[in-house]
């Protein structure tokens, strides 16, 4: 079965530069989540989209944006990198609570960013 | 303020017996819950769920029980293998429109040959 496609899995970056993380989510979810999980931390949610529209915003920079295309993939935007930014990004997908109960996320196997 | 808690950071069993993940939750609006498994280096993989008006889920080896009163849920694995091995994360849902998942800080469960 598809799963949520993530790239790239690694990135490398310099402080103050940007970085654009994608996200294909499974075929047929409508939603799509970004987590930002720092080392030995609990993944954070970042913001979501429904059917291109946000949906939902949490602990996201103003230094960060997103937006979700569309054929659904979803594109996380980091400007001004800073040391802290490294972390592991993740994206997941669901088909959302409005359009059925089984709202289960699907996660993909991540971005590891590190700023140097 | 952590909503979410896994009290036991990590859980070492031998193989064949039983594994008890345990979670707390502190907000009442949460509905549904859900466990995941993650492997180092990968994204958390969906194991299973329960809903709130529920108090008991099965599947195959994996149950999650639900006590709505203590606001404490737990995952029962049994037999434990030693592919069952890795990090445990319990996450709930609020009602109300956001789907945003809030997670604990994850048990690591080690299970021995």
């Known amino acids: 079965a598809a799963g949520v496609i993530q790239s790239p899995r690694h990135l490398i970056k310099e402080k103050r530069e940007t970085a654009t993380l994608k996200c294909y989510p499974i075929p047929r979810h409508d939603t799509v989540y970004w987590y930002q999980q720092g080392p030995g931390q609990d993944p954070q949610f970042l913001i979501s989209f429904y059917e291109k529209m946000q949906s939902d915003k949490g602990s996201i920079p103003d230094r960060f944006s997103a937006q979700q295309f569309s054929d659904y993939h979803s594109e996380l935007n980091m400007s001004s990198l800073e040391l802290g930014d490294s972390a592991l990004y993740f994206c997941a997908s669901s088909l959302s609570f409005r359009t059925g109960p089984e709202g289960e996320q699907f996660f993909g196997p991540g971005t590891r960013l590190t700023v140097l | 303020d952590q909503q979410v808690k896994q009290n036991s950071p990590s859980l070492s069993v031998q193989e064949g017996r039983i594994s008890i993940l345990n979670c707390d939750y502190t907000n009442s609006m949460f509905d549904y819950f859900l466990w995941y498994k993650k492997y180092p280096a990968e994204g958390p993989t969906f194991l299973i769920s329960?809903?709130?008006?529920?108090d008991k889920n099965e599947d195959g080896r994996f149950t999650v029980f639900l006590n709505k009163s203590a606001k404490h849920l737990s995952l029962h694995i049994v037999p434990s293998q030693p592919g069952d091995s890795a990090v445990y994360f319990c996450?709930?849902?609020?009602?109300?429109?956001?789907?945003?998942?809030?997670f604990g800080k994850g048990t690591k469960l080690t299970v021995n040959p």
């Open positions: 996450a709930a849902h609020a009602q109300g429109g956001s789907e945003k998942l809030v």
């Open positions: 329960i809903s709130s008006i529920k």
